[in-house]
């Protein structure tokens, strides 16, 4: 099939199926340290018509309901209006501990909720444990003096993460259906 009919025949089966593509946000996770002040980003890439309605948030020991109301802090996004809808920018949300002591122990874990299309970014899961003596740990990434370590991914959406391999196949087999039905 030409390169042409292809794109066509996937906009005819988005267009019939009320698919809604997921976009091109990437959620990355990273702690740095700078003395003893520890800070966790959760670092948000999309474009300025994503940031619409999209909430950036980090939550502790929560790794199956993990949200907004659920989170030690959140930040709403909204449109930039001097960036066109296809600009790229990021967004950050930084928690700081500034003196880490045993109560930051922990799970900690970035998430992102866009509201059009509807999709839940879910980033790595980093570990904190501290000592009494308020030395600390972080697992889930490297981290040295002043550098950051940074976990990104993709699309997680809550059923888990779809690969554009993955993804490429589905719709192979959704426009092998269409063309099925239609010869029916």
């Known amino acids: 099939m030409a390169s042409g009919r292809g794109c066509w025949a996937l906009a005819t089966l988005l267009a019939i199926v009320d698919i809604e593509l997921g976009g091109c946000m990437r959620l990355f996770s990273s702690a740095s340290q700078q003395g003893k002040r520890l800070s966790l980003t959760c670092t948000l890439r999309h474009t300025n018509e994503e940031a619409e309605g999209a909430i950036v948030f ?37 928690f700081t501990i500034t003196e880490a002591t ?16 509807e999709i839940l970014l879910q980033g790595h899961f980093l570990s904190v444990s501290v000592t ?15 550098q ?21 196949e589905v719709w192979v087999m959704l426009a092998t259906s269409l063309m099925v039905l239609q010869a029916l």
């Open 58 to 94: 980090l939550c502790k020991d929560r790794p199956s309901d993990c949200s907004p109301e659920t989170s030690l802090e959140h930040l709403s996004l909204r449109r930039s209006p001097e960036m066109d809808g296809a600009s790229e920018r990021s967004s950050q949300l930084v």
């Open 102 to 117: 045993p109560s930051a122990n922990g799970t900690y874990q970035c998430c992102a909720k866009s509201q059009t299309p």
């Open 132 to 146: 009494e003596t308020g030395n600390y740990t972080v697992t889930g990434g490297k981290l040295t003096g002043q």
């Open 148 to 168: 950051e370590s940074s976990h990104g991914n993709g699309p997680l959406h809550s059923k888990g993460p779809l690969s554009p391999s993955v993804l490429q």
